[in-house]
């Protein structure tokens, strides 16, 4: 039976295009979730693996959907084989049960680890730089200016908060949050 395993990192990603894939693979089972590939513990992972037998097949989009590191992919593959199992990865073919199957699944786990390290220190020095500029703010930029948030809280003192929502476009959750600041300061 072939299995299909489909994940992405945060919450507001979508796991559509990777499933789709699976199902155009013919996968007749997909374990999907959204959770950090940086945990070792992914349940939707562990079930798949206690789940499949000798003579199965897993199948996921790209290496990076299926483990954490080189050692990690290296290792689960290992097992799969001992048990049985066969890997595809779509971006990179069948996984062989051979030496050089082995190997060149190594090669790519590798590469697969030091890509993610680097979109990391890349982040990190980008932020360090970020972070040297007087205009620095940590998180998503603001959507409205002061100007416009003490606007919106003008209005409320005669307005609903639905009807300054409406007026303005600020969510009544972001004038909640003005409100109890400007309280505070």
Same mark, same amino acid.
């Given at each position: 039976m072939k299995y299909g395993y489909a994940r992405v990192s945060t919450v507001g990603q979508d796991l559509e295009s990777q499933v789709t894939q699976l199902k155009a693979e013919g996968c007749e089972i997909i374990y999907s979730e959204k959770f950090t590939g940086t945990k070792k513990s992914r349940p939707e992972f562990m079930k798949l693996l206690e789940t499949v037998n000798q003579g199965d097949m897993i199948v996921v989009t790209k290496l990076d959907r299926f483990a954490r590191s080189a050692a990690d992919a290296i290792s689960i593959v290992r097992d799969l084989?001992?048990?049985?199992?066969?890997?595809?990865?779509?971006?990179?073919?069948?996984?062989?049960?051979?030496?050089?199957? /082995?190997?060149?699944?190594?090669?790519?786990? %590798?590469?697969? $680890?030091?890509?993610?390290?680097?979109? +990391? =220190?890349?982040?990190?020095?980008?932020?360090?730089?970020?972070?040297?500029?007087?205009?620095?703010?940590?998180?998503?930029?603001?959507?409205?200016? /002061?100007?416009?948030?003490?606007?919106?809280? %003008?209005?409320? $003192?005669?307005?609903?908060?639905?009807? +300054? =929502?409406?007026?303005?476009?600020?969510?009544?959750?972001?004038?909640?949050?003005?409100?109890?600041?400007?309280?505070?300061?």
């Open positions: 084989f001992n048990r049985g199992i066969r890997v595809h990865i779509l971006n990179m073919g069948l996984i062989e049960n051979t030496p050089t199957g /082995k190997l060149i699944f190594t090669i790519m786990s %590798g590469f697969a $680890e030091f890509e993610r390290d680097m979109i +990391v =220190e890349r982040t990190q020095e980008g932020k360090a730089i970020a972070k040297q500029r007087d205009d620095y703010r940590e998180g998503r930029p603001r959507l409205y200016s /002061k100007k416009q948030i003490e606007h919106a809280l %003008g209005l409320l $003192e005669s307005h609903s908060y639905k009807e +300054v =929502e409406q007026l303005t476009g600020i969510s009544k959750s972001t004038l909640i949050r003005a409100k109890r600041k400007k309280a505070v300061n």
